[in-house]
């Protein structure tokens, strides 16, 4: 799971004539929707497969230094992690969301996956993973990730047909949908801090202790910048 705030920053929003006229602005969204929408599942699929492809290679490399049985573990002990951290977060959010608006629970949310994530990244190490199941876990923690981004941008899609369908503007379920595009680089990046720290974690356990600031830190950083990357105008 990942925190992402949706905001809109469309220049015919702009456009006087373009806010009192409704045919203009489904107009404009129904664009969003050619454009963006598809060019997120897209992105979403090449996730997934690049995502698969080097948690295969990995896996590889662990069954011939290891065997079978390491490879496994490493796998569904990754897996079960992404979940239960998830899951944490899901739970965050939806308790916050009751109290508050959702953009704060979003980000609770968020930070709350983060925090658990070098925990999880610990006890894949105390299993015993050396730096190539450490490469796997990495490679299993960024399919995770892919796949459910490829699930938002179906989730996205069938929002954006239900919206049409009912005559709904399905310019903000598009922006929000080509979101997904933008979360590429996240999820890469947190495969590669998942291998890092499950590797660092196996020389020197005390180390969760500076990692779970910084990846706190980190999604902090991440949010502002997505938070920027979506208040920019179309094509810019």
Same mark, same amino acid.
């Given at each position: 799971?990942?925190?992402?705030?949706?905001?809109?920053?469309?220049? #015919?929003?702009?456009?006087?004539? #373009?806010?009192?006229?409704p045919?203009?602005r489904?107009?404009?969204?129904?664009?969003?929707?050619?454009?963006?929408?598809?060019? &997120?599942?897209?992105? =979403?699929?090449?996730?997934?497969?690049?995502g698969a492809?080097?948690?295969?290679? &990995?896996?590889?490399?662990?069954?011939?230094?290891?065997?079978a049985?390491? &490879?496994?573990?490493?796998?569904?002990?990754?897996?079960?992690?992404?979940? $239960?951290?998830?899951?944490a977060? $899901? $739970?965050v959010?939806?308790?916050?969301?009751?109290?508050?608006?959702?953009?704060?629970?979003?980000?609770?949310?968020?930070?709350?996956?983060?925090?658990?994530?070098?925990?999880?990244?610990?006890?894949?190490?105390?299993?015993?993973?050396?730096?190539?199941?450490? $490469?796997?876990?990495?490679?299993?923690?960024?399919?995770?990730?892919?796949?459910?981004?490829?699930?938002?941008a179906? =989730?996205?899609?069938?929002?954006?047909?239900?919206?049409?369908?009912?005559?709904?503007?399905p310019?903000?379920?598009?922006? &929000?949908?080509s979101?997904?595009?933008?979360?590429?680089?996240?999820?890469?990046?947190?495969?590669?801090?998942?291998? =890092?720290?499950? =590797?660092?974690?196996?020389?020197?356990?005390?180390?969760?202790?500076?990692?779970?600031?910084?990846?706190?830190?980190?999604?902090?950083a991440?949010?502002?910048?997505?938070? *920027?990357?979506?208040? *920019?105008? #179309?094509?810019?």
């Open positions: 799971m990942e925190p992402t705030t949706t905001t809109t920053g469309c220049e #015919h929003c702009a456009d006087p004539a #373009h806010r009192a006229d045919a203009r489904a107009e404009s969204g129904s664009t969003a929707e050619a454009v963006d929408t598809p060019k &997120a599942r897209r992105q =979403a699929r090449v996730l997934v497969l690049s492809v080097l948690a295969g290679a &990995a896996g590889a490399l662990v069954v011939a230094r290891s065997g049985g390491p &490879a496994l573990l490493t796998a569904v002990g990754t897996v079960a992690g992404w979940l $239960l951290v998830t899951a977060g $899901l $739970l959010l939806a308790a916050a969301r009751g109290r508050g608006s959702l953009a704060r629970a979003t980000v609770l949310g968020g930070l709350t996956t983060a925090a658990l994530t070098p925990l999880v990244c610990l006890a894949l190490a105390l299993l015993g993973a050396a730096w190539p199941e450490a $490469l796997l876990a990495g490679a299993a923690w960024l399919l995770c990730g892919a796949v459910a981004v490829a699930v938002r179906r =989730a996205y899609q069938r929002l954006l047909s239900a919206g049409a369908a009912d005559g709904a503007r310019g903000a379920a598009a922006a &929000a949908g979101s997904a595009g933008r979360q590429a680089g996240w999820w890469l990046g947190q495969g590669v801090a998942v291998a =890092a720290a499950t =590797a660092l974690l196996g020389a020197v356990p005390a180390a969760v202790l500076v990692l779970v600031p910084l990846a706190v830190v980190g999604a902090v991440q949010m502002r910048g997505g938070q *920027r990357v979506a208040a *920019r105008p #179309h094509g810019r």
